[in-house]
């Protein structure tokens, strides 16, 4: 993992201890929390962290899932910034 994803926003004190995974193994658990992220999106928009927040796992990797879930047409974000700099996403309906 890179420095940067471990590093805290507070100067260069770290982020509190998290259990670090493998990119590999956070990348493979996009198919199972996929579900998980568009229902709680089913409410309306959230940024990362709140999606983070609302199914109880890491930003980091949250990060992971809803870029692959971007790049595959799942989610898409809101052209506007919140106040905090965090783009909101929404789940993009799909056809069947």
Excluded: C
């Amino acid at each position: 993992m890179s420095a940067a994803l471990g590093s805290g926003s507070n100067g260069n004190r770290p982020a509190p201890a998290v259990a670090n995974r493998d990119v590999r193994e956070i990348i493979r658990d996009e198919h199972f929390m996929r579900a998980r992220i568009l229902e709680v999106l089913a409410e309306g928009p959230l940024t990362v962290p709140e999606i983070a927040e609302a199914i109880g796992r890491p930003t980091h990797e949250v990060v992971f899932w809803i870029m692959g879930m971007r790049k595959y047409g799942y989610v898409a974000e809101i052209k506007e910034a919140t106040d905090e700099g965090y783009f909101q996403y929404q789940a993009v309906p799909r056809e069947l």
